[in-house]
């Protein structure tokens, strides 16, 4: 199923004239903003030099710390009044970034959240609950409206309040939901502790995406629900979800090309890397009005898959994001992402449904912690049993991550469920 068949199949030199002529519009629209009318002067930028799709790698990054100095008007393209909305960006790292839409701009989001709707079999007959954060955070309204313009029936249940959420999945039949990892693996949680079986639900798929999580958690996940999940990609800078989703496949996710040139960098180095090598995810708008965002770096880790997709989509897809460059760890020199942990436990059916990593420093020695929940069915409370899983779970985590882990098991809701984006590391290193 295509949302528009004719973009979604387009051939690659067909795109990359598209490309290339929306490319020039956003450059003109961007040299008008007092931020990029500055930056252009001062790394001696003449857009009018610029003169294929390639030649965009002549421009510098723009970072989140620009978004931070322009704050709050100086990227905007476009009179005041034309503005009808914005969102900021939750902050996951420090200060929040303001992002700014036209009507043309949140109608074009629409689309691109109902085309990523359609492309994992939704269609006008389910009903779908949305189960992120409304209001500046993107994930509930971007979601909500993309729905909405597919015809699918919107229940905008937002975050928390798990028993009204369930109460609302079981009378209203929904059967698609949109949820970060962690607070669906609360959800199930709380299912079972009230008895109900997640087959007494409509339930058919998930949308998972805001945060990290590993290929394991999903098959955890599409496993306790029998449904199937699909993974969404978004960033506010870039409107919010629907930058990037998966088809049916699975098997990585579509970046929409028609609206976001991608690049592959070498964090360290800036350097652009051949397709299918990993490195940092570097975004152009291209239809922006609003808010034009040249060569963006998202910080993501991820690379591009060169082979075509089944479902016969031509834009390209990008691998399960990896982690970001800046919230890699560095424990006694060595580097480990969330997500590499994250694998592991996942793997394990004895691990429940929540975890933290902790990091401390011990007479000048790095020292990680790792809390981990146990599913409360293999929780009889044998301590010799107990044992013998740390045992593993250390044993397995130290294969991966190189450092050796101090496990400690705990019983099932010991830690602090999440709602929104997890926070599964805490640093208590003083540097
Ligand atoms: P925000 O702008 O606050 O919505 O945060 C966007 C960031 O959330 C991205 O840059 C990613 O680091 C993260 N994120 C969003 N979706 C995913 C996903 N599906 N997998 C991994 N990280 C994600
Ligand atoms: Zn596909």
Request: proline share 5%; charged share 25%.
């Amino acid at each position: 199923m295509f949302w528009n068949k004719n973009i979604e199949t387009i051939d690659r030199t067909g795109l990359e004239n598209l490309q290339w002529e929306k490319l020039q519009k956003v450059l003109r629209a961007a040299a008008e903003t007092p931020f990029y009318k500055k930056f252009f002067l001062d790394h001696k930028i003449n857009i009018s030099e610029l003169v294929s799709l390639q030649s965009i790698a002549r421009l510098p990054f723009t970072t989140k710390h620009d978004l931070r100095l322009s704050y709050p008007y100086g990227m905007v393209a476009v009179p005041r009044d034309k503005i009808v909305r914005l969102h900021a960006s939750s902050g996951t790292t420090g200060k929040s970034t303001v992002i700014f839409y036209t009507q043309k701009d949140i109608d074009d989001w629409a689309d691109l959240v109902a085309r990523s709707m359609v492309a994992t079999g939704t269609s006008r007959s389910d009903v779908f609950q949305n189960m992120m954060g409304y209001g500046l955070f993107t994930g509930g309204l971007g979601l909500h409206y993309g729905a909405e313009r597919l015809g699918t029936m919107v229940i905008p249940a937002s975050t928390g309040n798990t028993l009204k959420q369930i109460q609302l999945m079981q009378d209203f039949e929904v059967s698609v939901i949109h949820i970060t990892p962690s607070y669906s693996l609360h959800l199930i949680d709380v299912l079972q502790e009230h008895g109900i079986a997640p087959e007494e639900l409509s339930l058919k798929k998930a949308y998972l995406g805001a945060e990290p999580y590993s290929e394991a958690t999903r098959q955890k996940i599409e496993e306790l629900y029998k449904i199937d999940a699909y993974n969404s990609y978004g960033l506010s800078e870039m409107n919010g979800p629907g930058v990037a989703f998966e088809c049916e496949e699975k098997k990585g996710m579509h970046i929409w090309e028609d609206y976001y040139f991608v690049e592959i960098i070498n964090p360290d180095t800036g350097e652009v890397l051949p397709d299918g090598e990993e490195g940092e995810l570097v975004l152009t708008h291209l239809n922006r009005e609003a808010q034009p965002i040249l060569r963006y770096r998202t910080r993501d880790l991820t690379r591009i898959i060169p082979e075509p997709c089944a479902c016969g989509r031509t834009h390209r897809r990008i691998e399960r994001i990896k982690g970001r460059t800046d919230d890699m760890m560095i424990i006694g020199g060595v580097n480990v992402f969330p997500s590499q942990i994250e694998s592991v436990l996942m793997n394990f059916p004895e691990v429940g449904n929540n975890y933290q990593i902790l990091l401390e420093r011990q007479e000048n020695l790095d020292r990680m912690i790792i809390k981990v929940e146990i599913y409360s069915k293999m929780f009889h409370g044998d301590l010799r049993e107990l044992k013998r899983l740390e045992a593993k779970l250390r044993e397995e985590l130290k294969a991966i991550i190189i450092i050796n882990p101090r496990i400690e098991l705990l019983e099932p809701g010991s830690l602090p469920p999440s709602m929104g984006k997890a926070i599964r590391v805490i640093d208590n290193r003083k540097i």
